[in-house]
């Protein structure tokens, strides 16, 4: 590696890098400028390394386990106010009160036991951090999520039901498909229901998320690195 492949290496200009392709990407659907918000996703990154881009000005973070966000992001919380702490992984119901707790955004409402569970903890605590809808637009029995002919009807019954503040739609296309049709697929159902924000894009499509309207994409070894162990 030459020493300008090093320092080209570095968090800041990974994160440049990424927010110069967001830009483009806006630019090129015809999107407003900051129109996409860039979701960091550290999970099985170290403190040092989130402190890094912290360093650099990133402030959204994406983590997929409850446990691993609360050994890592209160410390962090209280040196930097102003970050923004995005479950992007599976919630169990037994981890509601702790989601509600330490998460702003949580994007994987997916059954109606996590509703009910969520629901609970934010009329105990008071907060209400903002829930996103998880899609399964593929309909892979592996996969968590709702299936897309009965995700409005789930959007409308957390609404309703649950007093939930639901706000948007996530989705994780299958790996061996193109992603386009079902980032369409989820702007739709967005529509229908009503929602604003749609969580959809990761390192190697966000670009094709934000040709489709989504408001939120999750990145994470486009900005971190290779990951230290398995996700």
């Known amino acids: 590696m030459t020493e300008a492949d090093d320092r080209d290496d570095t968090p800041s200009a990974r994160l440049a890098a990424i927010g110069a392709r967001i830009a483009r990407a806006e630019r090129i659907a015809h999107r407003p400028a900051g129109a996409v918000t860039l979701v960091a996703v550290s999970k099985t990154f170290p403190t040092e390394d989130v402190e ?3 360093g650099c000005g990133q402030r959204v973070f994406g983590e997929n386990r409850v446990q691993e966000a609360k050994a890592k992001f209160p410390a962090l919380r209280e040196a930097h106010p102003d970050l923004e702490l995005h479950l992007i992984g599976p919630l169990q119901s037994n981890k ?3 989601a509600v707790a330490l998460f702003d955004v949580i994007h994987t409402v997916d059954r109606e036991k ?16 903002r829930l996103l809808v998880q899609v399964n637009t ?33 989705c994780i296309p299958p790996a061996d498909e193109p992603p386009g049709p079902h980032f369409a697929l ?44 398995p996700a």
């Open 186 to 229: 989820l702007q739709k159902l967005a529509g229908e229901a009503g929602l604003p924000l749609l969580s959809m894009g990761m390192s190697s499509d966000f670009e094709t998320a934000v040709e489709f309207g989504a408001t939120h994409v999750r990145v994470g070894s486009a900005l971190f690195g290779a990951r230290p162990y």
């Open 114 to 129: 996590i509703a009910a569970a969520l629901a609970e903890e934010i009329a105990k605590s008071g907060r209400r951090p």
């Open 96 to 98: 509601a009160r702790e």
């Open 138 to 170: 593929g309909e892979e029995p592996q996969k968590a999520g709702v299936p897309p002919r009965e995700a409005v009807a789930f959007v409308a019954r957390c609404r309703d039901g649950f007093a939930l503040p639901v706000v948007g739609l996530m």
């Open 52 to 54: 890094a881009l912290i």
